[in-house]
């Protein structure tokens, strides 16, 4: 165990609709970082959030928002799913921008 | 384009023999780091380095930052069944990491 909780652990959902996954990040980390993981892009980086604050934004759709709520825990909300968002989505934290990621087990997304 | 290459992309050896994982940017980082990925896992930091020229040894892995923060590289002596696996190199800057396609190592017993 990580430390990093991700919820749900897998996912199918048909194309258009809207799915939430969520991350509660390790005991004392500020910083939450979202990536998408596919086989043919790598891990390619969404978006960050610190302390409650959008940090840095990376390849993320406009179909795609997060935010991060007071009790440090985030939200990845993603819309209009289409095939091609089938993916695993990993939050990550760390304490400071910087420092190591301690990554969670991910959500498989799975779009039909 | 990665902003960060790995090579080789597959790598497959036999238990006992070394091998050397390579990470080339043309940008410059302040940190560098390598996690292990195992599927179906998240990745697992191994190892941050932040200086250039820096040498990090853990138990049979080696790591080394290139002079000029720009590449880095990952040395397995005697590799075990156990380091199978995705090698990933990131390399940190404006708040962000930067991962690489990572190199997929299999170590046959």
């Known amino acids: 165990d990580s430390g990093v909780t991700q919820t749900p652990k897998h996912l199918i959902t048909a194309t258009g609709q809207r799915v939430t996954l969520r991350c509660s990040p390790r005991?004392?980390?500020?910083?939450v970082y979202w990536y998408q993981q596919s086989l043919d892009q790598g891990l390619q980086f969404l978006i960050q959030?610190?302390?409650?604050?959008?940090?840095a934004k990376g390849n993320i759709l406009e179909r795609f928002s997060a935010q991060q709520f007071p009790d440090l825990h985030s939200e990845l909300n993603l819309s209009s799913l289409e095939l091609g968002d089938s993916a695993l989505y990993f939050c990550?934290?760390?304490?400071?921008?910087?420092?190591?990621?301690?990554f969670g087990s991910g959500t498989r997304l799975t779009v039909v | 384009t990665q902003l960060l290459e790995q090579s080789p992309q597959f790598l497959s050896i036999q238990e006992g023999e070394n091998l050397t994982v390579y990470c080339n940017s043309s940008?410059?980082?302040?940190?560098l780091q390598w996690y292990r990925q195992e599927p179906g896992e998240g990745p697992v930091l191994l190892v941050t380095v932040v200086t250039g020229g820096e040498v990090k040894k853990l138990k049979r892995l080696t790591f080394q930052f290139g002079d000029a923060r720009k590449d880095s590289s990952l040395h397995i002596t005697a590799a075990q069944p156990g380091d199978t696996g995705l090698y990933l190199c990131?390399?940190?800057?404006?708040?962000?990491?930067?991962f690489g396609a990572g190199t997929t190592v299999t170590v046959r017993a």
């Open positions: 990550a934290s760390s304490v400071a921008s910087g420092d190591g990621y301690t």
């Open positions: 990131a390399g940190g800057h404006d708040y962000k990491l930067s």
């Open positions: 959030y610190y302390n409650g604050e959008e940090r």
């Open positions: 940008s410059v980082f302040s940190s």
């Open positions: 005991s004392g980390d500020l910083s």
